[in-house]
């Protein structure tokens, strides 16, 4: 899980952070995963949304995700490029998905405020049980989108 937020650029702290929480969220969600679930996936997608969300959250606070240098790091100005660069590879699968779909994905991973399936629901006009299936077929799109 510690890959999935140094991939997005995130420091090694800030990619601990998003593994301990990922981990303390499987944790509180044993009870109700299928036993059929794909964990690694699971896991994965949640490292993930939550590097998204800090990611979004650092570009609000004009907070660059390479401030802090680690002994992996050349310099700053590498750093600043191969974040842009990732913004833009992002940027590029999104563009490749559709509108509802992109809609999607950015109200559940990169809105500020973090809302519930029932407030995306509402917000894009479908209903509170759709957007769990709907997110995995849009993540699905956007994974292939990025593979091409």
């Known amino acids: ?6 991939k997005y650029g995130l ?4 990619a601990a952070d998003v593994t301990q929480l990922t ?3 499987l944790v509180q969600s044993m009870d109700t995963l299928p036993e059929d679930s794909r964990l690694g996936g699971w896991l994965t997608t949640v490292a993930r949304r939550h590097t998204w969300r800090l990611l979004e959250r650092n570009r609000r606070q004009g907070i660059g995700t390479h401030a ?3 002994e ?10 191969e974040n842009w660069e990732l ?4 940027d590029y699968g ?9 809609e999607l994905l950015f109200a559940l991973y990169l809105d500020p405020k973090g809302p519930s399936y029932a407030e995306v629901a509402a917000r894009l ?8 299936p709907t997110r995995i077929r849009c993540l699905e799109r956007l994974r292939q989108a990025l593979d091409d």
């Open 1 to 6: 899980m510690f890959s999935v937020p140094r």
């Open 11 to 14: 420091s090694a702290d800030d």
């Open 23 to 25: 981990f303390t969220i």
């Open 68 to 70: 802090v240098l680690d």
């Open 72 to 81: 992996n790091t050349t310099g700053g100005d590498t750093q600043t490029l």
């Open 87 to 90: 913004g833009e590879w992002l």
């Open 94 to 102: 999104l563009s490749r998905i559709g509108r509802s779909c992109r």
């Open 125 to 132: 006009g479908m209903a509170v049980g759709s957007v769990g």
